[in-house]
């Protein structure tokens, strides 16, 4: 296309000249353009692919994001978990007043004739229907001992609500009590025997007395837990039945279950098993000892006998009044021990206040 000016008074080849001209330098003005596009084209092509620099760095943010985020996350997954302890520890203490209005006492630590003893049943055995595990209840013959083989699919149901989720052992629902290795006047036992676990036992009380291990050493003793009222005051001990009027501290200063994680020690909500180690410690914890005691601290540390948790740095319990409280770990050892009486008539305060 000619885009010169033709003049008319000139000649013809003057004309052709200038129009010849001025198509040359349309040409060219195409020509570069079209150079010129091809190589935005090909540029834009080698730009579509990140360089290996930026992809290091790519990713390094999205690491310092993801470290950043990781701690918020586990923190809200560990307050969940938390809450459905509690929720749990709430359920319990729920069944234990429907119990008590329904047989004018709250359950007995265990059942038995004299020590350790027979039949042995537990006091979330009895509090089994309050929790809507009435099937589980009807199967137990409480007049006979728990390790008969009629009584194996009892000990190995697991209650979902008796677990705590922060634990990573409420993947193994089941443990084994091994041999106490003592003279056992009640018949032979096979150990090691398999019993469902749990999370939660009953409050003891602190005057269990003490064992001399020959060291030195002085231990919760492994027999007086097992006597009357007179020598124990706690909630939970063999034959107890306590009832409301015996506790003179206050239901809402007094627990009546906590925690006990399973990492040191195992615990099952069936009962206490004759012939067994540390049997009547299986379902019962003392406040003798702040909960989640370590060695070599400040109070003995007991690892059979005391409360502890998987929370960081807590321990959930629930009162006898039912509300659930949390005691940490730094908490002053005498006011801890007095919320675990039921008649001691301490003045110190309530260990969920610190």
């Known amino acids: 296309m000619l885009v010169g000016k033709l003049v008319p008074d000139l000649s013809a080849g003057r004309l052709r000249l200038q129009a010849d001209a001025v198509e040359g330098h349309d040409r060219g003005k195409r020509r570069y353009r079209t150079a010129a596009g091809e190589a935005s084209m090909l540029w834009g092509k080698c730009r579509r692919a ?30 969940a978990r938390r809450t459905s302890c509690q929720n749990n520890l709430r359920q319990i203490g729920l069944a234990l007043q429907n119990y008590h209005e329904a047989h004018g006492s709250y359950p007995a630590g265990w059942i038995a004739g004299e020590d350790a003893g027979v039949p042995g049943w537990g006091w979330m055995t009895w509090a089994l229907p309050y929790i809507e595990q009435l099937a589980i209840h009807d199967q137990i013959q409480f007049r006979r001992n728990m390790e008969i083989p009629e009584h194996e699919a009892v000990r190995l149901s697991t209650i979902p ?25 009640h018949g032979a ?10 999370h939660y036992v009953g409050c003891v ?5 003490y064992d001399d291990m020959g060291d030195g050493e002085f231990c919760p003793s492994f027999t007086n837990i097992s006597g009357g009222a007179e020598s124990l005051d706690g909630m939970f001990y063999r034959n107890s039945h306590t009832r409301l009027e015996h506790v003179f501290d206050g239901t809402s200063h007094t627990i009546a279950v906590g925690e006990r994680s399973g990492f040191i020690f195992d615990s099952t909500w069936l009962g206490v098993q004759h012939g067994a180690a540390f049997p009547a410690w299986r379902i019962l914890a003392w406040t003798g000892e702040p909960p989640n005691n ?52 301490e003045m110190l305060g309530d260990p969920w206040q610190f």
């Not at 009380?205 to 007395?209: E, L």
């Open 161 to 185: 609500n008796l677990l705590c989720p922060s634990s990573p052992l409420s993947d193994e629902p089941c443990i084994e009590l091994p041999t106490g290795n003592y003279p056992d006047p």
């Open 205 to 209: 009380g602190t005057s269990i007395g």
């Open 50 to 79: 990140f360089t290996l620099v930026e992809l290091l760095v790519v990713i390094a943010v999205i690491g310092i994001l993801i470290g950043l985020l990781l701690p918020a996350v586990q923190q809200v997954r560990e307050a």
């Open 189 to 198: 036992v096979p150990f090691p025997i398999k019993y469902s676990r749990t």
């Open 294 to 345: 370590e060695p070599f601290s400040e109070v003995h540390f007991h690892w059979y006998a005391q409360f502890n948790s998987a929370h960081w740095g807590l321990t959930n319990f629930v009162l006898l009044d039912g509300s659930v409280q949390v005691v940490a770990d730094e908490v002053d050892p005498e006011v801890f021990k007095a919320s675990g009486t039921i008649y001691g008539g």
